[in-house]
């Protein structure tokens, strides 16, 4: 793997490589991606073994033009209001951390939708994706670049720790600013539906199109107990992902306190336990395995350091992690939910 800048230089070489038929890790507003051509089979099998990922769970394909979404999606079959839905989102939420599952046009590889008949589609912020998506086929289908089940990069050093000896190149573009995966909407069905909640609020998507259903495999008031029996409508959405090595367990908010202080703690609990706080706790003192997601208790900015904290908390060899949940506003809920899997 060689390690290239966001220079327009190095995304011109890369954005030829993967044309041909590489793997290149790239930025995007969100986590970084696992860029392969849409439209190769051989580029997108080498994504799932990359990543040692089943079959079953389908690819986010990007775009970067509004033009390049009919060579995804076949919108034929949409209904006056489901147009509707699909105009006013992607016009104002485009580009941005949002994906539109759609139906599919029959020439997508069902490869790359795992035989859905329908396709995940997302026009990326971040320049040095776009550069990259335009400069190469214009439709880039790209994972998270992680191995299957572990935590998500928001930096390049995690893509190499991960998949280094697996893909051709990585571009540098330092820590990612949204740090947690877009928001996947199904705009396929009567009732449009969150899958996933993510980098894009549910409030800005109801502001625009009204209510939206959150169909996400796991209830919202669940602490690691199994969501609901029906197989998920995502099938990303897995029990247990976004998992740190290190054992996580969940606290309600409010209930995380330091290590020591909390009443009944069994005699062999954890030795060395790192916490991760929403916002700063009451009384204060922090150590060095404590870490704050943002000192204000504002979404966004957690939501920014999520996965950047984890991989570091990870990398301290402890025991336990004991995570706070963030509230159920904003990004809080893309937080929760990958708090809730990393916990299983
Ligand atoms: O922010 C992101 O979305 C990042 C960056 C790289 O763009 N990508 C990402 O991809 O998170 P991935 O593969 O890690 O997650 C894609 C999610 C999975 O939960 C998958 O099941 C779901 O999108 N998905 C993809 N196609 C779908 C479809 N046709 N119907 C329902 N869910 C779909
Ligand atoms: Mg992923």
Known sequence: MEILSASEQDIERAAKALAAGALVAFPTETVYGLGADAFSLSALARVFEAKNRPRFDPLIIHIAEHGALSRIADTSSLDDAAM??????????????????????????????????TAAVRLPSHPAAQKLIRLSTGAVAAPSANLFGCLSPTRAEHVMAQLGAKIDFVIDGGKTPVGVESTVLDLSRDTPSILRP??????????????????????????????????????????????PHTPLVLCRRGELIARGEYPNRPPNAAQSEGRLYFSPPGNGELTPSDRVLSATGDTLEAAANLFDMLHELDSLGLELIRAEEAPETGLGLAINDRLRRAAD
């Open 198 to 243: 993510g980098g894009t609020s549910r409030e800005a998507i109801e502001a625009l199109i009204g209510p939206v259903e959150l169909s996400t495999a796991l209830p919202a008031d669940s602490h690691g107990t199994q969501g609901s029996p029906s197989a998920p409508r995502s099938p990303g959405q897995l029990k247990s992902h976004y998992s």
């Open 84 to 117: 509707q839905r699909l105009s006013l989102l992607s016009q104002r939420l485009w580009p941005g951390p949002l994906t539109l599952v759609l139906p599919k046009r029959p020439e997508l590889p069902d490869l790359a939708t795992a035989g859905l008949a």
